[in-house]
């Protein structure tokens, strides 16, 4: 647990065994999640907060609570392979990073594969396909049911989103369903994948989950691609906050952003999207679509938004007590425990004007120290942090760049990182 502490790794042990510092912004997120839970569809929200504050920590707490009440949730962190900007290699790394409270296993296999599917559910995949904008995931989804062995696997892939699956899953429905899949519309992926997007949730709820939570972090990457990528991540994130109401699909999302991106990005001098983005929206594909960027930069930074704000002394000097003691079982402490440790450690690591992830980490260092000597040390300065430049772009303006190099899996270490 410690070392966990001290890599800045959050987990379901680390976060039982500190104090929540977000109570007020966990009860808000909380109320989302009732009313999400009660079936309506609610306004996702933007996290902000400066480097080091703890925006992924609040994600992976929320993801914890997320299982603990019954929702199935994806926590993905964004790269320069994996962003916003294409939603056709999005949606397979939500799907391959999805927990649910009952499987330790990321993804659906073995909970379709382990449980008998409510019958209620195959009886209301005509009505589920009546919501999508391509009825063929509910036709995939029945072919996988048969438990045909040769083709589970690849109708399982076709389902979570994998495109080079599809048209072998296609092929297997036709063989299946051959005089109803006749009558289907023309699918094509450019246009229709987003159905295998909008199935998931129902499917969630077919298995027993309450809804779909998606959590993302590392937003920030977004001001970093070229003008055009950028337009479209800005186009799918207020899709999948849902902040037109452009769905009632049972999906709440949260994303994590440094403030910079909003400072430099959104605002800034060399960029300044919040005027940008609306003209070239326009320019590409019309008045409606110019409407939408203006409303969702007018909403990006409203109030309904989350900001991290600094931890107060009170909620800081309770934390780092509880760090103590955790230290404490861990190491072997050679000295006693002055009885104003804490105190002495917040002066000596010049607390408020340092963000939380490093103080936590010098007061590990200086627990360390005092473990083996005995003494505080008089000053320790750490620079952990550096500011991210979002003054150039990527290469090229054309996202069709990163479109081509495909989806590439996230690694487990980059998943949980800070």
């Known amino acids: 647990?410690?070392?966990?502490?001290?890599?800045?790794?959050?987990?379901?042990?680390?976060?039982?065994?500190?104090?929540?510092?977000?109570?007020?912004?966990?009860?808000?997120?909380?109320?989302?999640?009732?009313?999400?839970?009660?079936?309506?569809?609610?306004?996702?929200?933007?996290?902000?907060?400066?480097?080091?504050?703890?925006?992924?920590?609040?994600?992976?707490?929320?993801?914890?609570?997320?299982?603990?009440?019954?929702?199935?949730?994806?926590?993905?962190?964004?790269?320069?392979?994996?962003?916003?900007?294409?939603?056709?290699?999005?949606f397979p790394a939500l799907a391959s990073h999805l927990r649910t409270p009952d499987a330790k296993i990321p993804g659906l296999l073995n909970p379709l594969t382990s449980d008998t599917l409510p019958q209620y559910f195959l009886q209301k995949l005509p009505e589920i396909a009546q919501k999508l904008c391509h009825p063929l995931p509910t036709y995939v989804f029945k072919a996988f049911a048969r438990y045909d062995a040769q083709s589970m696997i690849l109708l399982y892939n076709a389902l979570m989103g994998k495109k080079e699956n599809l048209t072998r899953a296609k092929a297997i429905c036709r063989q299946h369903f051959k005089p109803e899949f006749k009558l289907l519309p023309r699918f094509t992926q450019k246009e229709h994948l987003l159905s295998f997007f909008e199935f998931l949730p129902y499917l969630l709820q077919g298995l027993g989950y309450k809804a779909w939570v998606i959590l993302i972090d590392e937003l920030e990457i977004t001001g970093k691609l070229g003008k055009v990528a950028r337009l479209k991540s800005y186009q799918n994130l207020n899709w999948l906050l849902n902040w037109s109401k452009q769905h009632q699909l049972p999906i709440y999302t949260l994303a994590a952003s440094v403030k910079a991106l909003q400072d430099e990005v959104f605002f800034g001098k060399k960029k300044n999207d919040a005027t940008q983005m609306p003209v070239l929206a326009e320019e590409r594909l019309g008045t409606e679509a110019a409407a939408q960027m203006q409303r969702f930069f007018d909403f990006a930074t409203d109030s309904h938004n989350l900001v991290l704000a600094p931890v107060h002394k009170k909620e800081l000097v309770l934390l780092l007590d509880q760090l103590l003691e955790i230290h404490h079982q861990a190491i072997d402490w050679q000295y006693p425990i002055p009885d104003t440790f804490v105190k002495d450690a917040i002066k000596t690591i010049d607390a408020s004007h340092k963000p939380i992830r490093q103080v936590i980490r010098i007061y590990i260092e200086i627990m360390d120290m005092y473990a083996h000597s005995g003494k505080m040390p008089v000053s320790f300065t750490e620079n952990l942090f550096t500011e991210t430049d979002f003054g150039e772009e990527e290469p090229s303006e054309d996202s069709s760049v990163s479109d081509a190099a495909g989806f590439q899996e996230t690694s487990i270490h980059k998943l949980f990182d800070l």
């Not at 502490?5 to 989302?32: Q, W, Y």
């Not at 920590?57 to 790269?79: C, P, T, W």
């Open 1 to 90: 647990m410690l070392e966990a502490i001290r890599a800045g790794i959050p987990s379901r042990i680390t976060v039982d065994a500190t104090t929540d510092l977000r109570h007020h912004l966990v009860e808000k997120i909380d109320k989302d999640l009732s009313l999400l839970e009660s079936g309506i569809s609610p306004k996702g929200r933007l996290v902000w907060g400066e480097y080091g504050q703890g925006k992924t920590h609040l994600l992976k707490l929320i993801e914890q609570q997320i299982l603990d009440r019954g929702f199935a949730v994806s926590y993905i962190s964004l790269s320069r392979n994996l962003n916003l900007s294409n939603h056709m290699n999005l």
